[in-house]
């Protein structure tokens, strides 16, 4: 069965850096793209960009362009996602989501990363 | 990209049927047929329910359905049950290889 399974929560320092991962069991690691959605406290869902396994192609969120880094390593089947310059906002649970091929939408998602942005 | 606009909250009593609007543009909702509809739980990640505006993944039961009109797409729950109480996403693809989540509704079975 597909399975996303995430790293544990983070707690890091304003201005530091955050790397989750998300590790892909059940299919083909290669054949569909990984997004990455965050959800702060109380608030709704945010889209940050994804990531072709095969290639190592990306897309980000303009929003986020230039602190986000998403990359793969298909050796071990895992996407990893980094966030630098944290802010305080930028506190939220952060998802890995698999992308459905050719249906631009996400059918299978991790249970959520919490990373928490304190001084 | 500004998001989706969705109405906050919407309810309906056991068996009876809610509607959830999903407002965007023509850059997105208005000019793809590829908005999904998720459902999320408090605490648990989202649930996808719809996505391509109508289609329903397997295990998803036939009382959800959706549509579209416009830049405006469409959530609707038939014969509500205690468990359709959550939290409903839409998500639209932007164009440019970019995607755009609703603002969120709060569906209360009454």
């Known amino acids: 069965q597909v399975q996303l399974m995430q790293s544990g929560a983070e707690v890091e320092k304003p201005g530091a850096s955050v790397k989750v991962s998300c590790k892909a069991s059940g299919y083909t690691f290669t054949g569909y793209y990984l997004h990455w959605v965050r959800q702060a406290p109380g608030q709704g869902l945010e889209w940050l960009g994804w990531?072709?396994?095969?290639?190592?192609?990306?897309n980000y969120a303009e929003k986020f362009q230039g602190r986000v880094t998403m990359t793969g390593d298909t050796s071990i089947n895992t996407a990893f996602m980094e966030l630098s310059w944290l802010r305080y906002d930028d506190t939220a649970v952060y998802y890995c989501?698999?992308?459905?091929?050719?249906?631009?939408?996400?059918?299978?998602w991790g249970q959520g990363t919490l990373v928490t942005v304190s001084s | 990209q500004s998001a989706l606009t969705q109405p906050p909250s919407a309810s309906g009593s056991p068996g009876q049927s809610v509607t959830i609007s999903c407002t965007g543009t023509s850059s997105d909702v208005g000019g793809y047929n590829y908005v999904s509809w998720y459902q999320q739980h408090p605490g648990k990640a989202p649930k996808l329910m719809i996505y391509?505006?109508?289609k329903r993944p397997s295990g998803v039961p036939d009382r959800f359905s959706g549509s579209k009109s416009g830049n405006t797409a469409s959530l609707t729950v038939s014969g509500l049950q205690a468990e359709d109480e959550a939290d409903y996403y839409c998500?639209?693809?932007?164009?440019?290889?970019?995607?755009?989540f609703g603002t969120g509704t709060k569906v209360t079975v009454l």
């Open positions: 391509d505006v109508s």
């Open positions: 998500n639209s693809y932007a164009g440019s290889n970019n995607y755009v």
């Open positions: 990531i072709n396994p095969n290639t190592g192609g990306t």
């Open positions: 989501a698999r992308e459905l091929t050719g249906a631009m939408t996400f059918d299978f």
